[in-house]
């Protein structure tokens, strides 16, 4: 396959991500280096584009925004063949999160990437059976998210969630969510209480620290929870822009490869990548060092390094 070092890859595009306009551009690029193409037609196409090609691609290119990705990312998986096939992204959705955080920019430079980025073996999220890349939403958050319009999403990310969530508190009937962040190898100790929301990130972090992507080479999570607390008290301590920067009574940050949720009442909502999974119980681990992707020139595994 010309320029690109593989010897087989296949692009999967969602056609419908961001505004659309990215599917020309897509193509001519694909066309250059001669990458085949799959274009989706409805949810769920990526996954099994993903799943069928893994077979016997060693590139796969996830073009769209995070839900894209994700899709990709479980069609790999389920093809059995992390140990052979390397994802690129090129970011064309309205949310690219995962595209930022290890450093490609735009569709141009995402292609500059496949023809010679860095191959890194990044951690994995695991969610029973289910993986996603950037990071796992619990909680109240996770409906919110699928009332958060996109225009708050581009303006204020997680926090547009959390917004919407903190107003519906009052009259959300919250499951309480049985939380425990114990497990394996920890840098501080086990925590086990109720929570309003979990924010689990693998590539990107929900605190206040200079960047939002997260060492995803560490075989870590970096989680928040909210615990669950009186409305009111919730709505004092988390005003906008700050709920992330300070650790107040009921907030608990943890780095830990493992988190287990449950709700005994019904199943809860999580968004994974913005993709939806209902459960009673979440088991979540990170898989280290087993995914093997392509990253811009910007990427650090520790985000804090320099
Ligand atoms: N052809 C298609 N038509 C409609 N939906 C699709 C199509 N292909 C994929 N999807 C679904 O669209 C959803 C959003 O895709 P993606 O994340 O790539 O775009 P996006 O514009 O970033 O969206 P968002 O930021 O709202 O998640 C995914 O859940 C995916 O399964």
């Known amino acids: 396959m010309a320029a690109t070092g593989f010897d087989r890859g296949v ?4 056609p419908e991500s961001g505004s659309g306009d990215h599917v020309d551009s897509v193509v001519e690029r694909a066309g250059e280096r001669g990458l085949e193409m799959r274009l989706t037609e409805q949810a769920g196409d990526a996954r099994r584009f993903a799943r069928e090609e893994a077979a016997d691609a060693d590139l796969l290119v996830a073009a769209g925004g995070d839900g894209t990705v994700n899709e990709v990312a479980n069609g790999i998986v389920e093809g059995s063949a992390l140990d052979s096939t390397t994802l690129a992204v090129v970011p064309a959705g309205t949310g690219n999160n995962f595209a930022a955080n290890i450093g490609v920019e735009g569709i141009a430079d995402a292609f500059d990437v496949v023809d010679g980025g860095r191959r890194r073996a990044l951690d994995l999220g695991l969610a029973n059976d289910r993986v996603f890349v950037n990071s796992c939403v619990g909680g109240v ?3 919110a998210s699928t009332e958060t319009s996109s225009e708050q999403k581009a303006s204020l990310g997680v926090l547009a969630y959390v917004v919407n969530t903190l107003e519906q508190v009052a009259s959300f009937d ?18 086990h209480g109720e929570a309003l929301f979990v924010f689990v990130g693998n590539a990107r972090r929900f605190s206040g620290t200079r960047t939002a992507q997260a060492n995803v080479e560490d075989g870590l999570f970096e989680v928040v929870v909210i615990e669950r607390a009186p409305p009111s008290e919730l709505v004092g301590e988390a005003a906008l822009g700050r709920l992330f920067d300070r650790d107040g009574e009921s907030i608990v940050r943890h780095r830990t490869p493992s988190v287990r ?3 005994d009442e019904r199943p809860v909502e999580y968004s994974l990548d913005g993709e939806l ?3 009673e119980r979440l088991e979540l681990d990170a898989a280290s060092d087993s995914f093997s992707v392509l990253v811009g020139d910007g990427y650090r595994p520790d985000p804090d390094a320099d």
Do not use: F, H, K, M
């Open 174 to 191: 919250a499951p309480p969510l049985s939380v425990d962040v114990g497990g394996g190898v920890t840098d501080g100790p086990d925590w």
């Open 261 to 263: 949720i449950a709700c």
């Open 277 to 279: 999974l209902a459960a």
């Open 141 to 143: 958050t996770a409906q």
């Open 11 to 14: 692009v999967v595009v969602n």
